[in-house]
């Protein structure tokens, strides 16, 4: 089996909540990324709502039929709400009011107690829990030590790097880091900037089980169809070369 595409559709909400209406609904586009493949449906309600909202949390868990995964502060107030709603996975995820979008991965490290805490607290939901964190071993090892069942690799500063050179030393970071968190025995899923330029290399990488894409597929479908968009970043995956 293969790696399973999360798709994410918060660009969807974010085209709907820039005017105010009823749409785009990203629970359509839920859908719609099932038929076409994707294993994973991926929302990030954030503490300023500015895309997701908890109307779309409460009909997604009604309505996927994959897997629901929440991307989340870890905040007591959304703890709270993963209860309320069960999805089947939680990301969590750091996160700033002034950022455009996720910027970097959790410092594991620096709140281990507090983290190893929200977890636990996830878990006793039976819920499974990821923590979204840059490509750094110490990073891998902290999250075993607070028992996240997953990691998800940040991989922006590979979509980002400028020159080859660049890209390699980030591609290789990544490698590392799946491969130590397989070892350790967690699930490894990769996310954040990936697109239909680059995903291929990061698709070869066998450790990893998942990626979790959005704004690449939302810009695609704007011009060429949902089902589409996701169907051709699918066969990337299938066929990484």
């Known amino acids: 089996m293969g790696q399973r595409l999360g798709v994410n559709v918060d660009h969807v909400a974010t085209l709907r909540q820039a005017r105010r209406v009823s749409y785009p609904d990203p629970v359509t586009a839920a859908a719609l ?128 790097a400028r020159n080859e050179r660049e890209r390699e030393r980030e591609f290789s970071r990544i490698v590392d880091a799946a491969k130590a968190g397989a070892r350790l025995g967690m699930g490894v899923a990769a996310g954040h900037g990936l697109n239909y330029d680059n995903v291929r290399a990061i698709a070869r990488i066998q450790e990893i089980d998942e990626l979790n894409i959005g704004h690449a597929i939302v810009a695609r479908a704007v011009l060429v169809g949902f089902e589409r968009a996701v169907r051709e970043m699918l066969e990337l995956m299938r066929n990484p070369g």
């Not at 503490?47 to 949390?57: A, C, G, P, V, Y």
């Not at 750091?94 to 878990?123: F, H, M, S, W, Y």
């Open 33 to 160: 990324a099932e038929l076409a493949g994707a294993g994973q449906i991926t929302i990030h309600l954030r503490e300023d709502r500015r895309h997701i909202q908890e109307r779309d949390l409460r009909i997604l868990r009604e309505t996927v039929q994959t897997l629901l995964n929440l991307e989340m502060a870890a905040t007591q107030d959304m703890v709270k709400i993963a209860y309320e709603h069960k999805p089947d996975v939680v990301t969590l995820v750091p996160e700033r009011r002034e950022e455009l979008t996720t910027e970097g991965g959790l410092e594991v490290n620096g709140q281990k107690d507090a983290l190893a805490k929200t977890i636990k607290n996830l878990k006793d939901g039976e819920i499974t829990v990821s923590l979204f964190i840059d490509p750094d071993l110490d990073q891998v090892r902290a999250s075993h030590k607070v028992n996240a069942d997953r990691i998800e690799l940040h991989t922006g500063r590979y979509c980002e």
